[in-house]
């Protein structure tokens, strides 16, 4: 064998190649054949000895890499073993191109695939939203027609949670709002003299819009909120599963007392609201515009139209339905800890006050044209 060649070891594929004392350009060249030639015998592993490599450039550095990445590309190992001083020191330095190349990431998403990707989850959320719904409308109306009762304890429970408990946010702050109408109202309407029109713009107000959403929103933001992370959390703590192993229905015996809470409590309040709001009104109306409490009854009474505070209660209770099956869709499909849960109730009270908008805006629509 000629000076500064590879010599192979004689005996199984498994013993070393050993490594001249100078790896050069032409002992790198005869080691990489040499690599080959145990690689087309059928080798899956061949070991390099380093132990007698006393010089080695940079030239004989690249072979070296050369040679791992014919490894690597039929499938086999290559090991390199014993090397001391100035060569172990350069085989520093190239070992991150011996080495397997990290996967390349995936390539990114294109415009149809994240469209297609946001369709396909909006299909699958739709898809539990309806699911929800049934079995909601199941055991909250049709099942205690026949027979199977609600559970008027837990029902009672979240009344006074989301009821009881809300009677004094709810009037404070449409009596604020009460104020506000009615002031902003009076600074046009005493331009022409009629600030006894106040009390008509104020009761119809409250009536027929601004009872129902502005309770709708608050509590939205107070229950709603609180249902989705009760829910999340219980789902966290895998309560929900738990219940399920004990063949307990998770709608009867959670979501339907929250549905029936809401149904009763929204519209009370909201009739709340509308007494408050009115009461703002008529203290801007007596203390500051000085009109006399027997005409602002009088006009208040002859604003106030049946009609107009049945419309407010049927909304009311639309936006009931909508924070009930919103807080319960999102509370159950929680994913992740603690994260998962601020996520959730975040998401739950925005798609709440955005659904309430959107609902309000088609009963306003509607009522406008019949």
């Known amino acids: 064998m000629q ?3 590879a010599t192979p070891t004689p005996g199984r594929d498994e013993e070393p190649l050993v490594a001249p004392a100078r790896l050069s350009q032409e002992a790198g060249r005869a080691l ?3 690599v080959r030639a145990r690689l087309a015998a059928g080798a899956s592993r061949v070991r390099v000895d380093l132990r007698g490599v006393e010089q080695m450039d940079t030239q004989g550095a690249a072979f070296l890499q050369l040679a791992a990445r014919t490894a690597r590309g039929r499938g086999a190992e290559l090991r390199l073993e014993g090397a001391r001083g ?6 520093e330095l190239v070992r991150p191109a011996l080495e397997e190349p990290p996967p390349s ?16 989850a909006a299909r699958e959320e739709l898809r539990a939203a309806a699911a929800l719904t049934v079995d909601l409308l199941y055991w909250a109306v049709l099942a205690p027609l026949r ?8 029902l009672l429970d979240e009344l006074h949670e989301m009821g009881v408990r809300a009677l004094g946010i709810v009037a404070l702050l449409n009596f ?8 902003l109202s009076a600074a046009q309407l005493k331009q022409f003299g009629a600030t006894i029109y106040v009390a008509d713009l104020v009761v119809v107000a409250f009536a027929r819009e601004l009872g129902a959403f502005l309770t709708a929103i608050i509590v939205s933001a107070r229950s709603g909120a609180a249902i989705t992370a009760e829910l999340a959390t219980m789902r966290v703590r895998e309560e929900i599963d738990a219940l399920r192993s004990m063949g307990l229905n998770v709608a009867r015996f959670l979501l339907v007392p929250k549905l029936w809470a809401l149904l009763l409590a929204v519209p009370a309040l909201t009739v709340l609201a509308m007494a408050a709001g009115n009461a703002g009104g008529s203290f801007v109306g007596i203390s500051i515009l000085g009109e006399s409490p027997a005409a602002w009854w009088n ?6 139209a049946l009609g107009d505070i049945l419309q407010g209660l049927f909304k009311s209770g ?7 099956l919103v807080a319960c869709h999102n509370g159950l499909r929680v994913e992740g800890g603690a994260r998962g849960i601020g996520l959730a109730t975040t998401r739950s009270v925005v798609i709440d006050i955005f659904l309430i908008i959107v609902a309000d805006m088609a009963f306003a629509t509607f009522f406008f044209f019949v």
């Open 3 to 5: 000076p500064g060649s």
């Open 32 to 34: 990489l054949e040499a």
């Open 86 to 91: 100035r060569a172990a020191e350069l085989l």
């Open 105 to 120: 990431p995936p390539p990114a998403e294109g415009l149809l695939e994240r469209l297609g990707g946001r369709a396909f």
């Open 147 to 154: 027979g199977r009762g609600l559970r008027w304890g837990a």
């Open 176 to 183: 604020l709002l009460g104020v506000i109408i009615a002031l």
């Open 299 to 304: 006009e208040l009474v002859a604003a106030a």
């Open 318 to 324: 639309i936006f009931a339905v909508i924070i009930a």
